[in-house]
């Protein structure tokens, strides 16, 4: 059992070690620094920074993860050091907060950073009302241009002012150890949600996608235009999608995958991402056989060669062939959660022009609005 008895944290200069205590300080950890030349501080080498040793667990957590607590990493930083970034859009709710845990503890394994977005449209750019990066669209009409102007400062300023809240309870969660210490950017910008998204998606080097949901019975998930469905059905880049009732999202990783497979050869390329998403997890992936095309049957032997390729490809994960080969798996989603165990679906997603999405969107399209279980759709070429 650790006692009030003082002990050494770390010895620095007095410069040093004096920031050090503001900042353990700041977090409600008593600091005491000794070997200080009282008559010159500044000349003082060697000062001890000493604390209570019960209050040594969560000192090292903040020592460990000082930088990012108190300031985060520029958007033009050097990439060199890092695996691409992790993309995380939000509307700042409960949900975006969950799916921001996600994308640090995958930020983790990974070696990349973090930059967290938020868009939102003021009255001065659409003329008519107010939209936040959410699944629920709000307007509000403004006809006064001076007040449409004053209005327009407002949202920003509240924008900027969530944002900074946000960012706080992700320093929190930091400081207790529920999210690994990952290095993080914010940004709030004004413009269409979908749009904001491929703009950075455009002008970055970025791994992954990770966005919250609200569940299948949520009302506002099925208002067309939605969000996540937009960025799914035309995102360059792999999206991870978090619904509110994802029961592992809040400190876990999953376990149970069901991947939807043709099977073809850009399968494999989307095997071989997911594999490289999930370097620390032990996926147990089921392949689940979906027809070619309308009007033909998946092929048994296919199926039991990818089955194959997948064992000694990806050693990390088990692998296993569903005997269900379904023509629509959007209205057989039941009999698949029925026999297997899902805690991710994951789907290869083609990406489709605005005509091609209106009237036949993607898979992961289609299931994002019948599941409440996370969704990854990788873009593979088609």
Sequence with gaps: MLSDRLITVAIHTYERAHRLKSILEREGIAVTLQNVNLTNPSISAGVRVRIKECDLPQALRIIENIEILTQSYPTDADNS???GTILVPVDFSDNSLKATLVAFRMASALKSRIHILHSYVGPS???QGVMQLSESLTFDSYTDPVEEMEEDKSIAGIAKKSMKEFQEKLHDKIRAGVIPGIPFATETTEGLPEEAVEDYLTAHKTILTVMGTHGADNHNRN???????EVLDSCRTSVLTVPDSCAWAPA???VHT???TTPSQEDILALDTLYRLFPDCTLNVTLVALPPSRF??????DLDRLLKYCRNNYPAFSFKASPLSLANPVEDFEKITSVHKVDLIAVGSRRKNIFSRLFNPTLAHRLLFHADIPLISIPVKG
């Excluded at 208002?223 to 469905?229: E, R």
Aim: charged share 10%.
């Design 81 to 83: 050091l890092h695996h």
């Design 125 to 127: 750019f659409t003329g």
């Design 223 to 229: 208002i067309l235009g939605s969000v996540t469905a």
């Design 252 to 254: 876990g990783m999953p």
């Design 258 to 260: 069901v991947f939807f």
């Design 296 to 301: 033909s049957k998946p092929q048994p032997d």
